[in-house]
């Protein structure tokens, strides 16, 4: 297990073995280690990994001082996100190390995580795909809800009852994309398939939890 962290730059067409494939172009890393857990110490085998530097007058503006506490412990720089990703063997990494876009491999299997685009509050139709009544002939909801109330009995509303409210800005996990290419140079990664997220955003790269066959 290894993982690291990257922002969602777009996607574009790599041809390859005669085949135009669809990617999404990552650019992962730097990442420094900032904190190790290991299951012998009571907890789990994980690493802390921070991503994008930040300048010390930039980061007293943006961080506590406890997380700036945490880096000067660390003796390593302040950095802008940080997460925590398992691994197989804490043991291979001391905090310090700066892990890059070469730690994956061409044609290797991953799990990218991301956050989906925030669409706001949104009517019924929109978050759930209701069909909404007819558009003619006096259904007078047209683009609405339709009834929720219930009976005497119970005489309320369901817990889970799909209704407008927030929709978008939530952590999924696409599994299994192959990667097509790495530029460790430039620490670029190419994804075939899609990645939850606006340009920008931020993503996490992981090994595949579990591999297709």
């Known amino acids: 297990m290894k993982g690291i962290i ?8 790599i041809y390859k073995d005669g085949k135009a494939l669809g990617v999404t172009v990552i650019k992962a890393g730097p990442c420094t280690v900032i904190q190790k857990k290991t299951a012998a110490a009571g907890e789990y085998d994980a690493i802390q990994l921070g991503f994008e ?28 996100v940080l997460r ?6 804490p043991d291979e990494y001391n905090v ?52 929720v109330g219930n009976h005497t009995e119970p005489a309320k509303i369901w817990k889970g009852k799909k209704m407008p409210g927030r929709y978008g800005n939530e952590r999924v996990t696409v599994q299994n994309l192959e990667v097509v290419k790495v530029d460790a140079e430039n620490g670029i990664i190419a994804v075939h398939g899609a990645v ?18």
């Open 84 to 89: 925590e990703v398992r691994v197989g063997n």
């Open 53 to 80: 530097e930040l300048p010390q007058k930039r980061a007293e503006k943006l961080l506590t001082k406890p997380l700036l506490k945490k880096f000067e412990a660390a003796n390593v720089k302040p950095h802008r």
């Open 6 to 13: 990257g922002r969602k730059l777009g996607m574009t067409t």
């Open 196 to 213: 939850p997220g606006a340009r920008g955003g931020l993503v996490i790269i992981k090994s595949a939890k579990k591999p297709r066959r």
């Open 96 to 147: 310090g190390d700066v892990i890059d876009a070469g730690i994956f491999t061409e044609g290797e299997l991953v799990d990218v995580t991301g956050w989906t685009k925030g669409r706001g509050f949104t009517g019924a139709m929109k978050r759930w795909n209701f069909r909404g009544g007819e558009a003619s002939h006096g259904s007078k909801f047209h683009r609405e809800l339709g009834s």
